[in-house]
């Protein structure tokens, strides 16, 4: 019984992500992101990667000024950084701590980073960030700053008076965000950010709620990804 | 289009997707044979593809076991879209 239920939880799971990709008509985007939420997104939308910035993560800090200066950061020599803190490899491109946590090699990270590299399509550019990592009320400022019409950071509350920020729910009485593509409790699997309409920042920079909607009783079913506006 | 026209412009289509100009396939070759070819650079692989052969791609293919069963598959979608 437990197989047939979780067997029926995996097949929902699926339809939910085809039912978004039919909405989706950029299929080629390129995602910067500050860690694995841009993964989850090509992965669940089947969408080629576009982007370098898979499988790691990096500080705050770090991603706004990358993010900052993007091009030129992509230009730089990746180079290997020693950290005995951490399991997986991690490496300085410039002044940018990049900690490449599903990598198993240095070998396969900095090769999987020069592939994706030339792939970045900077005029479909989608930056991601959250509200982790190290990122400062003075995080957030920089961020709202940078040059980017499509940009979006995640973050635990509601903040107003910066437009790019998307508050997920869940995290209110955290220290921090924890980990955004994890599952909500609940029989469906919706992961965190499924509560943000992807589909439409793609598609056309718009941020709004997708499926999941406290006002609606952590609604999970039958999403409804025309959403209503923030 | 002949079987070995859809392997040679499939070879290509794998050099640039993996950027090794000196990436050759075979037939029997699988997703074990080629050190990146992972689900991740199965997407980007899959749309390639689509637009170097003017393709739509189903699910089925993109669960083809080898390299074989794919340039079969190409050449059964090249076949029905030119009405051969």
Not at chain 1, 105 to 131: P, T, Y
Not at chain 1, 176 to 186: Q, V
Not at chain 2, 56 to 61: E, G, N, R, V, W
Request: proline share 3%; hydrophobic share 35%.
């Amino acid at each position: 019984m437990i197989k047939v239920l979780e067997y029926l939880r995996l097949m929902e799971r699926g339809l939910y992500n085809k039912k978004k990709r039919a909405y989706l008509t950029n299929t080629k985007p390129t995602i910067i992101a500050s860690n694995c939420v841009g993964t989850a997104i090509y992965d669940d939308m089947k969408l080629p990667v576009c982007s370098p910035t898979i499988n790691l993560h990096m500080r705050m800090d770090d991603f706004v000024r990358f993010a900052g200066n993007l091009e030129w950061y992509l230009k730089q020599p990746l180079r290997r950084a020693e950290d005995s803190t951490v399991s997986f490899p991690v490496g300085m491109l410039n002044d940018i701590r990049i900690y490449f946590t599903h990598y198993d090699s240095w070998e396969q990270a900095e090769r999987k980073w020069r592939l994706h590299i030339k792939r970045v399509d900077l005029g479909n550019l989608f930056i991601m960030g959250c509200e982790k990592d190290g990122c400062t009320y003075e995080t957030l400022e920089q961020f709202e700053r940078l040059p980017y019409q499509n940009k979006v950071i995640f973050t635990k509350k509601e903040y107003p008076e910066f437009p790019s920020s998307f508050c997920l729910h869940g995290f209110d009485v955290e220290e921090e965000m924890g980990n955004l593509i994890g599952y909500r409790d609940g029989f469906w699997l919706r992961r965190y950010i499924d509560e943000f309409d992807y589909v439409s920042f793609l598609n056309s920079g718009i941020l709004r709620r997708g499926g999941y909607d406290k006002r609606t009783d952590q609604k999970t079913a039958g999403d409804n990804f025309s959403g209503s506006l923030r | 289009m002949t079987r070995e026209q859809i392997r040679r412009r499939l070879e290509t289509i794998f050099q640039e997707v993996f950027d090794d100009a000196k990436l050759s396939i075979r037939e029997d070759m699988t997703a074990a044979d080629i050190e990146d070819w992972d689900s991740i650079e199965h997407a980007y692989l899959m749309v390639s593809i689509e637009a170097s052969f003017g393709i739509k791609i189903t699910d089925s293919m993109k669960k083809a076991e080898n390299i074989g069963e794919m340039i079969a598959m190409i050449e059964k979608k090249l076949q029905r879209k030119w009405g051969k």
